[in-house]
């Protein structure tokens, strides 16, 4: 007899995901925002994603209040072994960065977050992703 089991996904990140699309390099972008709203992201330790039969790293930028987390995510990979680049984020390959907000107080703190980084040089677009639309929320739990 065989029995066919199917993995759900019960685990939902408690997340408010900006993407955004900009020119600028993670590390100027990570210290406009820093200026933008006084706060003081450091370079945290690179995300680690499965891709095909290795492990791709991401540049992840970190702030973290007694109250949530920011993460500012670049969504391509740096490795320069492979040509392709592949994404953070496979199904939002139009943004460059993924602004996480971990553990939000409220709603409008998000609405806050897009309006001034949508003021920002450079910026030329900022959209917020549901976690329902995000069809690797893997990517999205980390250690």
Do not use: C
Request: charged share 30%; hydrophobic share 45%; aromatic share 14%.
């Amino acid at each position: 007899m065989k029995i066919n089991l199917k993995l759900e996904n019960i685990y939902t990140p408690d997340v408010i995901i900006l993407g955004i699309v900009s020119n600028l390099k993670p590390h100027k972008f990570a210290w406009l925002l820093n200026k933008s709203f006084e706060i003081d992201f450091f370079r945290g330790e690179d995300i680690s994603v499965p891709f095909e039969e290795e492990r791709l790293p991401f540049l992840n930028f970190v702030y973290e209040s007694s109250f949530s987390l920011l993460r500012l995510v670049r969504n391509r990979s740096y490795d320069n072994h492979i040509s392709n680049k592949p994404f953070f984020l496979p199904e939002f390959k139009e943004f460059d960065f993924f602004l996480l907000l971990e553990n939000p107080l409220e709603t409008h703190e998000a609405n806050e977050v897009m309006e001034r980084v949508k003021q920002l040089i450079n910026v030329e677009y900022v959209k917020e992703i549901k976690i329902e639309e995000v069809k690797s929320v893997e990517n999205l739990i980390f250690n």
